[in-house]
T-cell receptor, first 111, second 111 residues
Framework: NAGVTQTPKFRILKIGQSMTLQCTQD?????MYWYRQDPGMGLKLIYY???????DKGEVPNGYNVSRSTTEDFPLRLELAAPSQTSVYFC??????????FGSGTQLSVL | GEDVEQSLFLSVREGDSSVINCTYT??????LYWYKQEPGAGLQLLTY?????DMKQDQRLTVLLNKKDKHLSLRIADTQTGDSAIYFC???????????FGSGTQLTVLP
């Protein structure tokens, strides 16, 4: 039972580079979320999706894009990486938005 | 938007009870959660309470909700060294029950 899988676990980017953080879940959950966690802080919602083909902005969406072409996958795209995007990124999913299941995170550094 | 506040640090002796407190601002919040995060790991759901409940007990964990004061607490009985971690309070609101997190309370259990 894999749950929520995030790749990569670690990544270092140069300013201006782009990358995609992958997230997949095998629980057939409708709801999926992307959060970022800055040092010593709680998690902030970047984007979320209530089902395939539907996405919406969270609290801190600037500099990111998402897509939800399938129920299983919810990739997060950074087009022009900036030092302010250095953070730990968590993907989560839930069936009824009552209980969220989190992935183990992607630690991203932008230098 | 929603604002969730927690104290940053708590130290207790092994075997004592720990009480972690949280305050929030949005009175329409439906579900309130406690998550645990160990170093380098994702978030693990410990327990949650629906807004029409005052208390929920689950083994060593007791959650108390005071809706009038918008105050949530987590009591851990017989605290063990394995309970040392960061504990996050989170409050759900919105159509997809997006979570707003507090900054986390670092619990240190002393032998």
């Amino acid at each position: 039972n894999a749950g929520v899988t995030q790749t990569p676990k670690f990544r270092i980017l140069k300013i201006g580079q782009s990358m995609t953080l992958q997230c997949t879940q095998d629980m057939n959950h409708n709801y999926m979320y992307w959060y970022r966690q800055d040092p010593g802080m709680g998690l902030k919602l970047i984007y979320y999706s209530v089902g395939a083909g539907i996405t919406d902005k969270g609290e801190v969406p600037n500099g990111y894009n998402v897509s939800r072409s399938t129920t299983e996958d919810f990739p997060l795209r950074l087009e022009l990486a900036a030092p302010s995007q250095t953070s730990v990124y968590f993907c989560a999913s839930s069936q009824d938005s009552e209980k969220l299941f989190f992935g183990s995170g992607t630690q991203l550094s932008v230098l | 938007g929603e604002d969730v506040e927690q104290s940053l640090f708590l130290s207790v002796r092994e075997g004592d009870s720990s009480v972690i407190n949280c305050t929030y601002t949005d009175s329409s919040s439906t579900y309130l959660y406690w998550y645990k995060q160990e170093p380098g790991a994702g978030l693990q759901l410990l327990t949650y309470i629906f807004s029409n409940m005052d208390m929920k007990q689950d083994q060593r964990l007791t959650v108390l909700l005071n809706k009038k004061d918008k105050h949530l607490s987590l009591r851990i009985a017989d605290t063990q060294t394995g309970d040392s971690a960061i504990y996050f309070c989170a409050v759900a609101s919105g159509s997809a029950r997006q979570l707003t997190f507090g900054s986390g309370t670092q619990l240190t259990v002393l032998p």
